[in-house]
C-alpha cells in the first residue's frame, strides 16, 4: 500500500526550529517529487515547498523562502522540512504529498509534464506559541 | 502572483447537481486539479488534469476548465460528498491553491 506518514510536529516557541520528517512506503519514492502542503487552523491549503526527485530542482513559497529548507534522502525514503525563525503564522497541520507526473505533447511534438498530488499522508502538526 | 477564487461556501439539496466554480486570469490555458478534504482528513485528488478521475472517485464528480474559469460538478449529490474543494493550478514553478469551498448538502 501507498503510503506518507509524517512526524516530527510539536510545540515550539517562536524563533525556534523544527525538523519535519516523512516516511515513504509502497512506492519507489526516488521515482518521484515531493511537495510539503500546510494548513493553517480553520484555514485552506498553502503549498510550502517541492523538490525533485534528484534534489535537482527545489521550490519555496516566498512565505517560508530563506526560512525554511526542504531535503530527501532516497536511499531512506524520507522527505525532510528544516524549518527556522519560526513565527506564529508558522502554525499549521503540515502535509507531504507525492508527486504524480503525466507525460504530454504540445502541437509541435515537443514533450511537457502535467503534475498533480496524488498521495497524501494524514499530517503532523506544528504550533508556534510562546 | 498568480491568485485562484473559490466561493466561501456552497448549498445544495440531496441529489441535486452541486457546482463549484475556481477563477483565475487565463485558467483554461493552464490545468487545473480538485482536492477534497473533509473535517479531520487529509485531502484527497477527485479531478486532476481538469476533466480526469482518479481510480476510486464516483462518476458523479467531473471537471471542466475554459476561459477564466474551472469548474468542478457534483451530480447526484449525496450526503458524503459534504465536505471542502479547493482547486489547485500551477503557476511556473510554484503550486496554487484556491481558497477552498465548504460544500453544504441540506
Known amino acids: 500500500e501507498v503510503q506518507l506518514e509524517e512526524s516530527g510536529g510539536g510545540l515550539v516557541r517562536p524563533g525556534g526550529s523544527l525538523r519535519l520528517s516523512c516516511a515513504a512506503s509502497?512506492?519507489?519514492?526516488?521515482?518521484?517529487?515531493m511537495n510539503w502542503v500546510r494548513q493553517a487552523p480553520g484555514k485552506g491549503l498553502e503549498w510550502v515547498s517541492s523538490i525533485s526527485s534528484r534534489s535537482n530542482y527545489i521550490y519555496y513559497a516566498d512565505s517560508v523562502k530563506g526560512r525554511f529548507t526542504i531535503s530527501r534522502d532516497n536511499a531512506d525514503n524520507s522527505l525532510y522540512l528544516q524549518m527556522n525563525s519560526l513565527r506564529a503564522d508558522d502554525t499549521a497541520i503540515y502535509y507531504c504529498?507525492?508527486?504524480?507526473?503525466?507525460?504530454?505533447?504540445?502541437?509541435?511534438?515537443?514533450?511537457?509534464?502535467?503534475?498533480?498530488?496524488?498521495?497524501w499522508g494524514k499530517g503532523t502538526t506544528v504550533t508556534v506559541s510562546s | 502572483s498568480y491568485e485562484l477564487t473559490q466561493p466561501p461556501s456552497v448549498s445544495v439539496s440531496p441529489g441535486q447537481t452541486a457546482i463549484i466554480p475556481c477563477s483565475g486570469e487565463?485558467?483554461?490555458?493552464?490545468?487545473a486539479s480538485w482536492y477534497r478534504q473533509k473535517p479531520g482528513q487529509s485531502p484527497v485528488v477527485v479531478i486532476f488534469q481538469d476533466t480526469k478521475r482518479p481510480s476510486g472517485i464516483p462518476e458523479r464528480f467531473s471537471g471542466s476548465n475554459s476561459g477564466n474559469t474551472a469548474t468542478l460538478t457534483i451530480s447526484g449529490t449525496q450526503a458524503m460528498d459534504e465536505a471542502d474543494y479547493y482547486c489547485?493550478?500551477?503557476?511556473?514553478?510554484?503550486?496554487?491553491f484556491g481558497g477552498g469551498t465548504k460544500l453544504t448538502v441540506l
Open positions: 487565463k485558467l483554461g490555458d493552464r490545468y
Open positions: 504529498a507525492r508527486e504524480f507526473a503525466i507525460q504530454l505533447w504540445t502541437q509541435t511534438g515537443e514533450v511537457y509534464y502535467y503534475y498533480y498530488m496524488d498521495v
Open positions: 509502497g512506492f519507489t519514492f526516488s521515482n518521484y517529487s
Open positions: 489547485q493550478a500551477w503557476d511556473t514553478s510554484s503550486v496554487i
